[in-house]
């Protein structure tokens, strides 16, 4: 089953508002020379109205960092989909492990914000992943299982033709340590056959799953050669436009 490629960076709370606008016109003609696949930055919340306005008609798609459950209300600090859709973004990550561990999101409160961007016309990059010690205590599979199985609760077959998985092994973001191409594709193999079990073939078939930890340029075509990776998020190697261009022009 070809399933488009999908090359997305997270920026994360890096760049002032001026340089988020340069660094995505920099990055914006990557997407003409690679018509073949999906390319997306996730700058900070305020500067995706700059960005979108920015990148309108390169065909760079532009995704939030978090979403909220709600459409609107008393939620100090949050987004919705509503506030995003105005702008101009497609898609938000969710789940990353930075809110998970840092800010501690947990599966059911990522699950409400995966809902809140369905019923907002927002597509989810929902990420999951193993921390160093579930790895060593051999709780890999464990530990996904249950991170895809409550992320997506009461998400329907048709609904996931929207949802992207980003497997991100917490042990190798931002510590570049990559997982070996192996070990990324053992585990998106993993997650291929738990989509089987939860919906039906087809859905495991097509649902897009990047790979997340340390991706650079040197390691891109590696990973992007495993039949079961489609694609990448990547963090750190976002904000140099060079390396994000060479990573979006993987081979
Ligand atoms: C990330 O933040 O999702 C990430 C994978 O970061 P890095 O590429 O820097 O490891």
């Given at each position: 089953m070809e399933r488009r490629p999908f090359i997305a960076g997270n920026w994360k709370m890096h760049l002032t508002l001026a340089e988020a606008v340069q660094l995505a016109q920099a990055v914006a003609p990557t997407c003409a020379a690679c018509p073949d696949r999906d390319i997306m930055i996730a700058p900070s919340f305020t500067s995706l109205a700059a960005v979108c306005a920015a990148v309108k008609g390169s065909g760079l798609q532009v995704g939030a960092q978090n979403i909220a459950w709600d459409r609107e209300g008393a939620y100090t600090g949050e987004i919705s989909s509503p506030m995003l859709?105005?702008?101009?973004?497609?898609?938000?990550?969710?789940?990353?492990?930075?809110?998970?561990?840092?800010?501690?999101?947990?599966?059911?409160?990522?699950?409400?914000?995966?809902?809140?961007?369905l019923d907002g016309d927002i597509r989810p990059i929902l990420c999951i992943g193993e921390t160093l010690a579930d790895?060593?205590?051999?709780?890999?599979?464990?530990?996904?299982?249950?991170?895809?199985?409550?992320?997506?609760?009461?998400?329907?077959?048709?609904?996931?033709?929207?949802?992207?998985?980003?497997?991100?092994?917490?042990w190798a973001i931002g510590t570049g340590k990559t997982a070996s191409k192996e070990q990324a594709q053992e585990v998106h193999a993993f997650l291929r056959q738990l989509l089987a079990a939860m919906y039906e073939k087809t859905v495991a078939e097509t649902v897009r799953i990047l790979y997340g930890g340390s991706v650079k340029p040197d390691n891109i075509d590696d990973l992007m050669a495993q039949p079961d990776i489609d694609g990448a998020l990547v963090g750190g190697a976002a904000l140099k436009a060079e390396s994000f261009d060479r990573i979006a022009r993987f081979r």
């Open positions: 859709k105005d702008l101009g973004v497609s898609l938000a990550i969710i789940g990353h492990s930075e809110r998970r561990h840092i800010f501690g999101e947990d599966n059911a409160m990522i699950n409400r914000r995966l809902h809140g961007a790895r060593e205590a051999g709780k890999t599979f464990a530990v996904l299982d249950t991170q895809v199985r409550e992320g997506l609760q009461a998400v329907n077959s048709a609904q996931m033709e929207c949802v992207v998985l980003a497997y991100e092994p917490v």
